[in-house]
């Protein structure tokens, strides 16, 4: 369990006295919750960029781990932050407060740092302790018993799991439930569309039980049949555990609140009359979709008591009189359902925050798990679900290094943790002091309690997130950098034996998880560059396919590209001889919607040159092993492919053909290019008289940069390798540390530029243009909004618009 990095408010430097009091005015119960993107949201109670005081209040702001300096400020409450829950998809996040408002924001054009309010319910008089989102039915898990097959539909299922609220067909709502201290429960539903495109807010609350009562300690959990499973305690450890089922219905403009008391239990009453513990303070469900579990925890004098209870069913004996009788003559047992106690972990020190695993990623019962507990000493205690064993232990005092002055480290002595959140995958655990500054730690692998990462294990998980839609980055940073290339080469072996339609339809998240794996090596940036192009390559074939229509109606199973396929299984080497194998007309497109494809008909015209011109290196021995775009003939015959229609496009509208810097005037460039790759592709090895040909290119035709070098400065990079841990970081301020430039060789010959390229347009934005959309995982900048507004360049827009090229998050940067 390893400290990655901490990330401090800004400091004075000014006495240590003044330092102290200085520090005061920023301390207050803090939160902190992670989405299924790996996006952390938390709560301060000064802005982070307040030095005197002054904001008090509670501030909510967002960070991707990836890039934790730079933090978004959502909202500002003049009241107390109580709840911060996000949404399965990761999507949308909740706000509750004191005061019994209910808020629902959401990113604005998927923009990480661009944030709208969709919406607020106010519960007047509620002071909102609990809040979950309702479950959109959509649960994958892992076949505990078929984990070795070779077939993600046999290894991973959908289990069954009801949507919490459903509309007419059963399509799932979207909305949420709410726990207040007075016993209220009250429901959140986004129904149909508002004004403006916002969502209609219906409000409906009720009692939780039979009568309202003091609650001072919630969680909330899903049930199997769609329902939701609450346990409250009223703080005293002489007042039961009390559990409730909540079933909530949406009718005609109407929703009900169904709320059934179920059995409830005692702490045991041995270690508590010893060690006097008498406030129930934490509650937590073992796993959020397992509602068979619980976690309790009660401070006393002497420090803290955690129990771990069970829904059981067990039989019970009654007389016969009262016996159902079965069929046979024989009785069957009668069988109640209770809550039994499993096992207890012991510490001097109170809790002050428990956290447990999201979700459970195998099928195993009880799911194996972590139970993650923050004392009041600065110490976090990973215990495993079985009997409560520590498997490992931290403290906040490691957050800075020895070699901090003595002023620094006497303040940060006295920050305690407020609260802690896992990420979804379990990989890493997110935790924040009573400041708001944030520390994440490494987490050991639940497959083995104890023991280090395993290339199988690691490998189940990456394709858990490829079934799945979950964000990996955690698991990224759980890796040793000797694992990399083996892990991508089982992880590639798995995919390549999958049937072709399930490869299809992963394809484009296969790339980006292999492509993160290789950047996170200084050998693997060149496999990551040739990766990234593939994935464009192969998005661009598809936009320009979809332009495509069939003369023919009645021809549905075979379209122009169909046609193109066929023809080129022909070994044509003169692409002017497969234009008469083609019908023109297939392949007419407007001229208007030709010119808007310009820049994207340059950048494979730009990327089969830099591949032919960089073919006689990379055709000498010993080189090293991994992904090469030069060795993938698939690719290669889609770009074939692609200078074809390009050919065609060009006698439609001139100027759409790329543009080249030639030396002969009468040299046609896409014919050459489209002859050498094809040569490439029949002999299978590069002949002596092709290595030839190429190595005269870059005189005949000027070599465009193709993947210019672009800075990274984030978390999961080549440079987290060299650091020593943890690592020291600043709200705000990029660390130098993290710096790495990947060292990509170019081209001998290739035209340089210092100029920003956008990665998704592929046009030249300047040196230092002032607004850009920035990824937070690779660093790649793309123009903000698009001049051109043909179908065709929109629909490409739109492509990227939710994620950047690498699956990553966008945000807006702004050159001061």
Known sequence: MDLIYAVFRKHTTSSTKSLQNFECLHEGHTLCSVSSQNIVAFTTTTEIEDISGKTWGSHVYVADLNTPWYSHKVVSNKTGVTALEWDLPGDKLLVADTAGNVQLWSFKDHILNDWVCLGTASFPGEHILGAAFFHNGKKISLVSEKKDNVYYNEKFTHLRFPPSVRYFGGRPMEGCLVISTTGMVGVVIASREGHQGSPQLIITSDSLGSTRHRITAVDICYGKNGHFLVAVSSGSVSLPIQCFRVSVKQGDEKCVIMSQALPSFFLQSSPIKENQYRHVSQLKFVVREDADSLVVAANG??????????????????????QPKSHSSQTEPFKTVLWQHQSHFMSSSPVVCITTSKLSITTTMPPPCYVMVALADGSIHCLYRDSLKQVATASLNQAWRQEEAPSSKQQRLGLRISHLDMSWLGCVLVATDTQGQLYLYRLLPISEPGGPMTVPYACTLLEYCLVTGLDWWDLLVSLRPSMMDTVCERFTESFNRQLQQVQQFHYVQFLNIKTSLYRLTVNGQSKAADLTSLLMLHSVATAFKSLLRPSDLSSHDKGPAESLATVMMDSLTDVDKVLFHLEAKEFTVEPSTLQSLQQLIQWVADLALNLLARLPEQRQPGKSSGYEL??????????????VIIRIWGLLRQSCLPVFVRSAENLDVLALLFRLISRLIQTLEAD?????????LPSQVMIPQLNPPTKIVAVASPALFYQS??????FGVEPECLHFVPELSPVEGSMQTEQTVDSIRHIYLGKQPLVVKQCCRCGCKAQVQSMTRTAAIRAWDQRWARACRCGGHWRIHRFL
């Open 301 to 322: 004098d002497s420090g803290c008591l955690i129990e771990i209870w069970e829904l059981r069913e067990k039989p019970l004996p009654i007389h016969k009189l009262f």
């Open 630 to 643: 030069l060795r993938d003939y698939k690719a290669l015959n889609t770009l074939r492919e692609l200078l």
């Open 688 to 696: 002596e008289n092709l290595l030839d040909e190429c190595c005269l």
């Open 725 to 730: 841990l943890p690592i020291q970081l600043e």
